[in-house]
């Protein structure tokens, strides 16, 4: 009891040996008398601690779990003619299938992200033309497909192609989206 005592008199320096000792009595302060004062804030130091830490965790989590189940990030996703579905139709694992209907009819397919984004990239670079007379022979499809769902299909001719899922807008084949082509 003496060690308490000696603890409070340096805190209450007017009290007496008698006061301090009815003050530990009516409050059952068993430590220091600053443990009561910062106990509340002590506990809401850990809340923020804890809270933070498991804020930290999800988002983590979240973005781990975005970045491996989702072709496309949602914040960096941009929804055009060639991806007018949503971020989340673009699940993986992708695949992309061309079927070179000019000539032997043989299909190509590839499943690297790299790959794919490439394709994306080029596609989404080519300027929109002007309608074309109708009638012009289908040289290749494109078709490219996520886990649950086909998410673009197109048809190549000689100087353009279009999307399906689309009003047929048509894009000029640029170099770069013939070289991807040509590299299958």
């Not at 830490?53 to 189940?69: D, E, G, M, P």
């Not at 055009?80 to 079927?99: A, E, G, K, V």
């Not at 490439?118 to 012009?136: L, N, T, V, W």
Request: with cysteine; proline share 3%; glycine share 4%.
């Amino acid at each position: 009891m003496t060690g308490n005592v000696e603890i409070y008199e340096t805190f209450f320096f007017s009290l007496s040996y008698r006061e301090v000792e009815k003050e530990i009595l009516a409050e059952k302060i068993t430590g220091p008398a600053y443990t009561k004062k910062y106990s509340g804030r002590m506990a809401y130091v850990k809340k923020k601690l804890m809270t933070s830490a498991v804020l930290t965790a999800f988002l983590v989590l979240s973005t781990w779990y975005i970045h491996h189940t989702f072709f496309f990030s949602p914040l960096s996703f941009e929804q055009d003619d060639i991806t007018h579905h949503s971020w989340s139709d673009y699940q993986r694992p992708m695949t992309l299938t061309y079927y070179d209907l000019d000539g032997e009819r043989t299909s190509y397919r590839m499943d690297t992200d790299e790959d794919i984004r490439s394709f994306f990239k080029a596609m989404k670079q080519c300027p929109s033309i002007a309608r074309e007379k109708k009638g012009a022979q289908v040289l290749g499809a494109l078709r490219i497909s996520s886990a649950h769902d086909v998410v673009l299909e197109a048809y190549f001719y000689k100087d353009f192609w279009h999307v399906l899922q689309n009003d047929h807008e048509r894009f000029e084949i640029t170099p770069k989206l013939e070289g991807l082509i040509d590299q299958l």
